[in-house]
């Protein structure tokens, strides 16, 4: 069976400050877009259904997404994806807000409720999971794991794409969704942009899988939906994108033209069955494999923005829905027999905490498939979702019960399998760490590991020096932040703006220096407070962004501060020197192995300047600038915080609710 990719239009309302004009509307038949170009009497686009700008979100979930869920449950992956310039509305769309809430919140709410209607036996056995990731700058990361993860790889085994690692997180209720979905957006990378002030700079693909269990055919069936919302592709003329938002930009659209090569491929494939489809071209159309062309049922919902500023990138938006539409897929059920039995389990013996067990797939090997064993296809459809025992010819009510009762202890031993062998495989990586900090204690404490203790003549005055230094660097901090304010009302501009670079970097060191200090002392909001001002004068700074959301997380969730495992490497020079000995709390903290040079930021300053160097930016201002008094600097200063701060320009302003 074959099914075309499903295209339908939205525009979006006009936004504060527009200029309104007709350029793009909805024709009055209600299925075309008309596009006014030049005299000719526009351009025509006509598509099954077209949204116009007080469309509401019910009316485009009920209408697009609503009809597809049966067929997730039926075993079928389906993909929804909104594609379109940037600002034109797809992460309301797909996400929408409180008051409006879009296509993902409404999909998990009808699927739990339609798991509902399902056989009270087969319901035991069935569940849902999540995964979400994104695609940045042609990686792929996994958003429940973005501070502390690493870019994901992406396999091909056949017709399927595997992400091997990608978390997938059981859940039962929409509130347990909303936890986990909150969460993992505000680590989504987002930024301002001056068409959207909080632009996506990264493809989002949010993955609900389902298993669920069918005791007619005694198999399980694994459904998925995808739901992807793509960045915008960009015009920076239209974005006043900077230097690094406009690397950013160049991936995006970079992306989104080999979506659109792979999208004329498909098309031309019917002149040239030979034609190479260049998916491997860029990790999106990878990723995107079975909604183009593959074996998931396709929707594209193309958000349209009115006005003639976007007019060129409105045509090519919709020259490409147009194309996408005549893709066909081949949508297939997916399914297995239900797994022959191992050990078996009463059902309390199964009940307990949730498992978080990564599985080992984007495309169809949801919660529930034992690794190994493949996923077998068929090319077969059943006409309900849920046949009741009822409707069963040739097994009575009991056989059947029976067999239910059967499968349910079978998967309930399955899954406990599964929970011990991820909890062995989490010990495991435990014991792993600790072995690991164990020989760094050991590199750290050449030949005794004992206290390093120092005469009290030679710590007294390093004491009162460093007490010294912390009150003067603080004083200085404090003249820094005066004029900081000075310098904004008198020229209505920040001073970050007019200082040197190398002020700006000191500056930064100075209040990175404090926000350590506090870290230390587990003043986890004044640390994070001192390190967003640093982020002010060094705002590409990747280190600063990253160091900023890691403790927002520890703070939001209550856990103890581990800096990201990047600062492991970087402490190799704190490995040379004697350290005192690590508690075994500190063990627990991969902060404690560099922290004795860490810790001494003040300590650092005795070897050179205090951090701070006002100098103007002649390039920006010809206004006299004024250093305060007593801080210039004498020499480069502490080389740590430099390195620590020498980072690549950071990712995106992270957060978009
Ligand atoms: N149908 C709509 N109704 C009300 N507001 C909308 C609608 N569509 C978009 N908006 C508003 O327009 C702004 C831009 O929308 P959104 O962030 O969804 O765009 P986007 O296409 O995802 O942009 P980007 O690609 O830059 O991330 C947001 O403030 C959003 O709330």
Request: charged fraction near 30%.
């Amino acid at each position: 069976m074959s099914s075309a990719i499903s295209v339908s239009a939205r525009l979006r309302p006009w936004m504060r400050g527009e200029a309104q004009d007709d350029c793009i509307s909805i024709s009055e038949t209600g299925d075309a877009i008309i596009v006014k170009e030049g005299t000719k009497g526009g351009l025509k686009f006509p598509f099954k259904s077209c949204y116009g700008q007080n469309a509401t979100q019910e009316q485009i979930f009920e209408k697009e997404v609503r009809p597809l869920l049966d067929m997730v449950f039926k075993g079928l992956m389906v993909t929804v994806f909104a594609y379109g310039v940037t600002s034109s509305g797809k992460t309301h769309t797909m996400q929408g807000n409180p008051d409006a809430p879009g296509i993902i919140p409404r999909v998990v709410e009808s699927m739990i409720k339609l798991k509902t209607q399902m056989p009270e036996a087969a319901r035991r056995v069935s569940q849902f999971t999540v995964s979400y990731m994104e695609v940045y700058k042609d990686d792929v990361y996994d958003l429940f794991n973005r501070v502390h993860g690493s870019r994901l790889d992406i396999r091909t085994d056949g017709e399927q794409t595997n992400i091997p690692g990608l978390i997938h997180k059981p859940f039962e209720t929409i509130e347990e969704f909303t936890q986990i979905y909150n969460t993992a957006c505000k680590a989504r990378s987002v930024a301002s942009t001056d068409l959207n002030h909080a632009s996506s700079r990264s493809h989002a693909i949010l993955g609900i899988s389902g298993s669920f269990y069918d005791p007619t055919s005694d198999k399980i069936r694994m459904g998925k939906i995808n739901l992807v919302d793509l960045a915008g592709s960009e015009n920076n003329k239209l974005t006043g994108n900077d230097r690094s938002r406009m690397a950013e930009s160049a991936a995006i659209n970079k992306s989104l033209s080999t979506l659109a090569m792979v999208v004329k491929a498909l098309n031309d494939k019917s002149k040239d069955p030979n034609a190479r489809i260049p998916y491997r071209d860029s990790k999106l159309t990878r990723i995107l494999k079975d909604a183009l062309g593959g074996s998931s049922v396709g929707v594209l919902i193309c958000n349209l923005a009115p006005g003639a500023k976007f007019q060129a990138d409105t045509i090519s938006t919709l020259r490409f829905a147009s194309m996408a539409e005549k893709i066909e897929n081949k949508p297939v059920v997916n399914e297995r027999a239900a797994p022959p039995p191992k050990r078996v389990y009463s059902q309390s013996q199964a009940a307990g905490p949730s498992s978080l067990i990564p599985q080992p797939s984007f495309g169809y090997q949801p919660f529930g498939i034992p690794s190994g064993i493949p996923a077998p296809r068929a090319n077969r459809r059943t006409s309900a979702a849920f046949p009741s025992a009822s409707t069963n010819v040739g097994l009575s009510e009991k056989e059947i019960e029976e067999r239910i009762n059967k499968r349910v202890e079978e998967e309930v031993a399955r899954r406990l399998e599964e929970r011990e062998k991820a909890l062995a495989e989490q010990k495991r990586r435990e014991a792993e760490e600790d072995e690991e900090m164990r020989q760094v204690e050991l590199q750290m404490t050449p030949g005794s590991p004992a206290k390093v203790t120092l005469p009290s003549e030679l710590l007294d005055p390093i004491l009162k020096k460093h007490a010294d230094l912390e009150n003067e660097l603080i004083n200085r901090l404090e003249e820094v932040k005066a004029l900081e304010q000075q310098y904004a009302t008198k020229h209505q501009q920040p001073l970050a703006e007019v200082l040197s670079p190398v002020s700006k970097r000191k500056t930064a060191r100075a209040y990175v220096a404090l926000g350590r200090d506090l870290g230390d002392r587990s003043d986890l909001k004044g640390a994070l407070e001192m390190y967003k001002k640093a982020a002010v004068y060094l705002p590409e700074n990747s280190n600063l962004a990253e160091r900023i959301l890691e403790i927002e997380t520890a703070i939001r969730e209550g856990v103890a501060y581990q800096p990201r495992k990047k600062s492991r490497r970087t402490s190799h020079s704190a490995r040379s020197s004697a350290s005192p000995q690590v508690s075994k709390d500190d063990k627990k903290r991969p902060r404690s192995k560099g922290k004795e040079k860490r810790r001494g930021v003040f300590g650092e300053l005795t070897n050179g300047p205090l951090p701070l160097l006002l100098e103007r930016d002649e390039t920006k201002k010809p206004e006299k600038f004024h250093t305060p008094k007593g801080s210039q600097s004498k020499s480069s200063g502490s080389p740590t915080d430099e390195e620590w701060l020498a980072a690549p320009p950071r990712k995106g302003r992270i957060g978009k609710a």
